[in-house]
Nanobody
């Protein structure tokens, strides 16, 4: 089992940058593929980015490709999401998620087993 805690959200102007962090717990953190999802008011939770257990492969939603970067440090049990060129449409609660069931992390929320509580990211125009 793993527990996840996100931090680093906040308010930023359009065009700016922000980094959100997910801190994991448990001895087997490196056994989990990790993902970031987001949910805006009135919208469904959507996939943002994912990374394999080793960090060798990453995956992105088309809407953030080229602007966001996911990375992980298994020794520190941390997952990062660096967000650049932010747009008002990126405003949402960002959630960290973990899955042990697949080597290649999926893009569907139901594929993930553990979730953090979320951190708010607000981009002003």
């Amino acid at each position: 089992q793993v527990q996840l805690v996100e931090s680093g959200g906040g308010l930023v102007q359009a065009g700016g940058s922000l980094s959100v962090v997910c801190a994991g717990s448990g001895r087997t953190f490196s056994s989990y593929a990790m993902g970031w999802f987001r949910q805006a008011p009135g919208k469904e939770r959507e996939f943002v980015a994912a990374i394999t257990r080793s960090g060798a492969s990453t995956y992105y939603a088309d809407s953030v490709k080229g602007r966001f970067t996911i990375s992980r440090d298994n020794a520190k049990k941390m997952v990062y999401l660096q967000m650049n060129s932010l747009e008002p449409e990126d405003t949402a609660i960002y959630y960290c998620a973990a899955t042990y069931r697949t080597v290649i992390p999926g893009t569907l929320a139901q594929e993930y087993d553990y979730w953090g509580q979320g951190t708010q990211v607000t981009v002003s125009s």
